[in-house]
């Protein structure tokens, strides 16, 4: 299955890209540009296009981002500390983001004539996320039936929509996704902060994986707290 991987450079798509170039025909990484604070995401992007010999595509939809306000990844806002899961974390969606960057890379791997669209959310996205869902990738799914009848037929391929964080971590491992060559933090500091809800999800994930975390964290204690502090909120 030729297949182009949505790859931001964090663990979750660097862990997809691997596993689709060893499972299929990986045609390429495409990245999107969208007014990130975060934007060093994409360096991680490209070094993994060049690990696995393909094109590394930037899409810039800067212009589109600076339109989808009232995030805290785009907008002056400051990114939240705590558990991933938390209401807090709302802050942090980006309208429509996934339809958005999907719709582009359907028409891109229609114009190369791949198969498939890989794209890496998972279940631990469903709190937050609703573009992450698997009535989502379902919907979606159908919608780009429809828009390319008749065209090419491309499928939307979401392998760990319905598994954990900590379950792409084993993954990763058994296709030798060099985690310590991904970026996860939304503050996109010098090191990842270790307090923002996507450095304790990745924290998390390899403690609950029982594998070594390789990342540097500013704070690399702080998950345990806010894991502890948000399973009290829940009992209650």
Request: proline fraction near 4%.
């Amino acid at each position: 299955m030729k297949t182009i991987v949505i790859c931001s450079g964090g663990l979750d798509s660097v862990s997809l890209a691997h596993k689709i170039a060893a499972e299929h025909e990986l045609l390429a990484l495409v990245s999107f540009d969208y007014g990130q604070r975060h934007r060093k995401e994409l360096d991680f992007a490209a070094d993994c296009a060049k690990r696995l010999g393909v094109p590394h595509h930037v899409i810039d939809i800067r212009t589109i981002g600076a339109h989808l306000t009232g995030s805290a990844l785009t907008d002056d806002i400051a990114v939240p500390d705590g558990h991933y899961a938390e209401e807090t974390m709302r802050s942090t969606v980006v309208p429509n983001r996934n339809a958005i960057m999907l719709t582009i890379a359907f028409g891109l791997a229609a114009a190369q004539q791949a198969d498939a669209v890989a794209i890496a959310v998972h279940g631990g996205d469903h709190f937050i996320y609703p573009d992450c869902r698997p009535g989502f990738i379902d919907s979606f799914n159908a919608m780009q039936a429809h828009a390319l009848e008749g065209y090419a037929d491309v499928k939307l391929f979401a392998p760990y929509v319905t598994v954990s964080k900590a379950a792409i971590v084993t993954d990763g491992v058994k296709y030798g996704t060099p985690f310590g060559e991904t970026w996860s933090c939304y503050k996109g500091g010098l090191t990842h902060c270790g307090r923002c809800g996507t450095c304790v999800e990745r924290r998390e994930a390899f403690h609950l994986a029982g594998v070594t975390d390789p990342t540097d964290y500013e704070d690399p204690d702080f998950w345990v707290a806010a894991t502890h502090a948000y399973a009290a909120q829940e009992v209650r």
